[in-house]
């Protein structure tokens, strides 16, 4: 019997896949600095991780029994990719299973900005039945997003959802990549209709100067991607929305941006500090807040969990 350690838990879907193919499945939570202690002990072969857990060289070493790491997402900054494969151990991950569910969070965190949700939210349970009318007014000053340029840094699958949302509601996409060129989305429709739409490229500062609101969609970086000299580029007011990683927008740059007003507000989803963000971002009144769920749908966990289970049962079978 294989072993599967899934340490950062794994949905239900992605349990039952993993037994019909025939592995023991624990889904126990173990401390980072237990782990080591616990693979080897219990015999596993498939370690599955989110963002909790880390998998480096050490932990590489000390467990040899290892033949699959796993990670339910995208990114695998947690994760020692090339040296686990250098050891023989397979390293896999699931890339499309959460596109929608972080595309959708993006304009989670855009309608919220642009309807100043977040602020109302914290203000009406205080002030609402005593200063209803000042509250009113406060928020009077909404703007809608149909009509707007969306600036896109990153298209690959999130970047593309984000794309196909943005479209439909009527929105203007500009698009940057490194690795891409321009492409044709397919937007698919209830009852099984779609519609081609073809996007053109932009260069990097022609899109930080013409979109009305930006979201980022890259991988992990050892620079800022949005630094001083980049919101010197953009916009006044415009909305920034970080939906990808901590650590590829300067957060202090973005604080100062957003006490100019040259940000007329942030979504922030990932954050350079995780799990303890800074407490300027905390407590800034123009910052939409989520604690990293941009996968965390039942629907995106369901995909990942037998996405995951099928990619193992390939490998070792």
């Known amino acids: 019997m294989i072993n599967v350690l899934a340490n950062d838990g794994i949905s239900n879907s992605g349990v039952e896949e993993l037994k019909k193919s025939g592995f023991n499945i624990i889904t126990t939570n173990v401390a980072q600095e237990q782990l080591e202690n616990y693979i080897n002990k219990e015999d596993i072969s498939v370690i599955l991780v989110r963002s909790a857990t880390t998998v480096r060289k050490e932990l590489i070493d000390k467990c040899p029994g290892l033949k699959i790491i796993g990670r339910g ?15 023989n151990i397979s390293v896999i991950n699931t890339p499309a ?19 100043f949700l977040h602020e109302s939210n914290r203000s009406m349970p205080l002030d609402g039945d005593s200063n209803f009318k000042k509250l009113k007014k406060a928020y009077a000053k909404g703007v809608e997003l149909r009509g707007k340029t969306l600036g896109i840094i990153g298209f690959g699958r999130i970047g593309r959802e984000t794309a196909k949302i943005a ?20 937007l698919e429709f209830m009852g099984g209709k779609s519609i081609n739409i073809d996007i053109k490229i932009s260069k990097f500062d022609d899109l930080l100067k013409k979109s009305d ?10 620079n800022y991607v949005i630094d001083k000299n980049q919101f010197e580029l953009m916009k006044d007011g415009v909305g920034l929305i970080n939906a990808a990683r901590g650590g590829v927008v ?10 100019s ?38 629907e995106a966990q369901d995909r990942i969990g037998i996405e995951l289970a099928q990619q193992i049962a390939e490998i070792l079978k």
């Open 73 to 87: 997402g995208v990114g695998m900054d947690n994760i020692d990719v090339e040296y686990a494969r250098s050891k």
């Open 97 to 115: 299973a959460s596109s929608s569910s972080v595309a959708e969070l993006v304009f989670a965190h855009l309608y919220s900005g642009v309807r």
């Open 167 to 186: 479209i439909g509601v009527g929105m203007n996409v500009l698009a940057y990549d490194k690795f891409f060129s321009d492409t044709t989305l397919e």
């Open 213 to 222: 609101f930006i979201s980022l969609h890259v991988p992990a970086q050892k």
């Open 250 to 259: 300067n957060e202090v740059e973005l604080v100062n941006a957003l006490d």
């Open 261 to 298: 007003g040259k940000v007329s507000f942030a979504g922030l989803d990932t954050f350079e500090n995780e799990p303890k963000p800074e407490i300027k971002l905390l407590m800034h009144p123009r910052i939409s807040l989520t604690p990293h769920i941009g996968a965390a749908t039942n």
